[in-house]
């Protein structure tokens, strides 16, 4: 006979199923596009706060107004996740993805939550320069770069 805690809990591991089972679509489907439509824009997977906080930490650099291609994107992403991108590395993997997700989430609500405690400075490449090299902010007078600690 079953005890009544665990069929209290069942529902709760259930959508914890569902979770990751929505995530792991998410990651495989983003692998896969990656490989088959290179050329796509990367927003269709990504939001725009995401690519661009990615473009900002991967090129140090301000993102341009389109999004990059899904293959570039996904080889940034999976960068983060350990994947070097060495010339006979072929594309990335779902772990290195998933990995790298983990990572640039992680980014994103760490710049949301900078957005939410420094509303004015809301741009996320407002203090970078071409070619990663910091310029001094204005205001405070001292050297700024995005995402100091990736």
């Known amino acids: 006979m079953c005890?009544?805690?665990?069929?209290?809990r069942?529902?709760?591991?259930?959508?914890?199923?569902?979770l990751a089972e929505f995530a792991a679509w998410r990651i495989y489907a983003l692998v896969k596009q990656g490989r088959e439509t290179p050329d796509l824009p990367c927003d269709v997977y990504l939001a725009e706060e995401e690519w661009?906080?990615?473009?900002?930490?991967?090129k140090k650099a301000p993102p341009p107004d389109k999004p990059p291609p899904l293959r570039e994107?996904?080889?940034w992403i999976a960068s983060l996740g350990g994947f070097l991108?060495?010339?006979?590395d072929g594309d990335p993997g779902t772990t290195t993805t998933w990995r790298g997700l983990e990572r640039l989430s992680a980014t994103v609500e760490g710049w949301q939550l900078y957005q939410t405690m420094h509303p004015a400075r809301a741009s996320p490449c407002c203090a970078v320069?071409?070619?990663g090299k910091s310029q001094p902010d204005s205001e405070r007078g001292?050297?700024?770069t995005?995402?100091?600690n990736a």
Do not use: C, F, M, Q
């Open 146 to 148: 995005i995402l100091r």
């Open 129 to 131: 320069s071409s070619v």
């Open 142 to 144: 001292d050297r700024t």
């Open 52 to 58: 661009k906080v990615l473009h900002a930490w991967k």
């Open 85 to 88: 991108g060495r010339k006979g």
């Open 10 to 18: 069942l529902p709760d591991r259930l959508l914890h199923l569902e």
């Open 73 to 75: 994107a996904v080889r």
């Open 3 to 8: 005890s009544p805690n665990l069929l209290y």
